[in-house]
């Protein structure tokens, strides 16, 4: 009899992470009933992926609202997805990181009495409020899972830590890499066309070093945005032969100051947000990458791109140990310092960019599925 399957994911982060697993586990559907449900905790963003990897979800809950808090938001994701468990009865639910959808899901997957696996398994700040509600998310899910894929030695060493079997926990590498080798090769293929690539073409200039710079999390939001911006109106300032691309994230705390600060800057171009495709095709031509993004840390070594990170945590220690990313926090000092060693300094980022990315070789999805058909 077939093992069933439900892989359920609702932001565009897991749903680039989630992708490769969704096409892997299809690639054996004479031993997997395998199906995708959305909570579409993300709406627009997740659909770009879903499109992007030719993803057509079997349960969609719809449940984007405007201004949706917390509370709403994990008991619709609850009660909807009770249904959708009643309907297929899995026995294996799998739940991506961190997210609002990933907590609601593992808690109404338990209900219901399947097995709960977590892929992305073990990250940990070891503080409840950084960044919030993420880390309380992943622990509740760590409770509540039966199977953990930790991307790294480390982060089963945090499971481990929790009290959790050695034997419920495989180390993959990381899902996003699978993503992304897939990703880079669709679109730089001559016959992949997508606007948003052709709008950024003209900003790449071959005299002028590109630094991407994302920027979105809750806990920079207020005097934190604002030093970000401050350092980077000095680094543009400073070194007209970059080139800073930002792709302003809608959040009116993160729009009014960057929009404030930084429009006037002539060698800093603020754009709107872009589609994963886009995303990973400015990665690859980037220089280098200023951002408080988890996945990027994770994705950007891959590319040989070095990255400052603009939190005063990561979840991600191994990507500071291998060198392949900087914590900066959000001091203006530290941000503009490290940014200008990195311009200048050839060896600091010749040194930076050839580290090895501890998130694995892209062959997270295929140990996933293996370790299931044998479970």
Same mark, same amino acid.
């Given at each position: 009899m077939k093992k069933k399957n439900l892989i359920v994911f609702g932001t565009r982060?897991?749903?680039i992470k989630m992708a490769p697993l969704v096409k892997e586990f299809l690639k054996h559907s004479d031993k997997f009933d395998t199906k995708v449900c959305v909570t579409a905790q993300h709406r627009e963003m997740l659909d770009q992926v879903l499109?992007?990897?030719?993803?057509?979800?079997?349960?969609?809950l719809d449940l984007m609202k405007p201004n949706q808090n917390l509370y709403n938001l994990t008991s619709d994701i609850i009660l909807n997805l009770k249904l959708v468990l009643e309907d297929f009865q899995p026995d294996y639910v799998y739940v991506h990181g961190d997210t609002t959808t990933t907590m609601a899901t593992s808690?109404?997957?338990f209900y219901s009495g399947a097995i709960i696996c977590h892929v992305e398994a073990g990250l940990r700040t070891f503080n409840m409020k950084s960044p919030f509600p993420e880390e309380m998310n992943r622990c509740v899910t760590g409770v509540l899972s039966t199977i953990h894929f930790s991307p790294t030695e480390t982060s089963k060493n945090n499971l481990l830590r929790e009290n959790k079997s050695e034997n419920s926990i495989l180390i993959t590498g990381n899902t996003v890499i699978d993503a992304l080798k897939f990703s880079v090769e669709k679109v730089n293929t001559t016959n992949? %066309? @997508?606007q948003q690539i052709e709008d950024l073409k003209p900003l790449i200039k071959e005299n002028k070093r590109i630094i991407l710079v994302t920027g979105h999390r809750r806990e920079n939001h207020g005097q934190g945005f604002i030093n970000i911006c401050e350092a980077l109106k000095q680094i543009a300032l400073d070194n007209p032969n970059t080139q800073i691309i930002y792709p302003v994230h809608l959040n009116p705390n993160v729009q009014k100051p960057v929009y404030e600060l930084l429009n006037q800057v002539d060698n800093i171009k603020l754009i709107s947000p872009l589609s994963y495709p886009a995303f990973v095709w400015l990665m690859d031509k980037s220089y280098l990458i200023i951002t408080d993004s988890g996945?990027?840390?994770?994705?950007?070594?891959?590319l040989g791109k070095p990255v400052l990170v603009?939190?005063?945590t990561t979840e991600r220690p191994e990507? %500071? @140990?291998a060198g392949t990313v900087i914590l900066v926090g959000t001091d203006k000092t530290k941000i503009v310092d490290k940014t200008q060693k990195l311009l200048n300094d050839h060896d600091s980022y010749s040194?930076?960019?050839?580290?090895h990315n501890p998130y694995g070789d892209g062959s997270a999805c295929e140990k996933i599925v293996e370790y299931i058909f044998n479970h």
């Open positions: 982060p897991e749903a499109s992007f990897f030719e993803i057509i979800p079997d349960y969609d808690l109404a997957a992949y %066309v @997508d996945g990027v840390q994770e994705e950007a070594p891959s603009m939190r005063d990507a %500071v @140990d040194n930076m960019s050839k580290c």
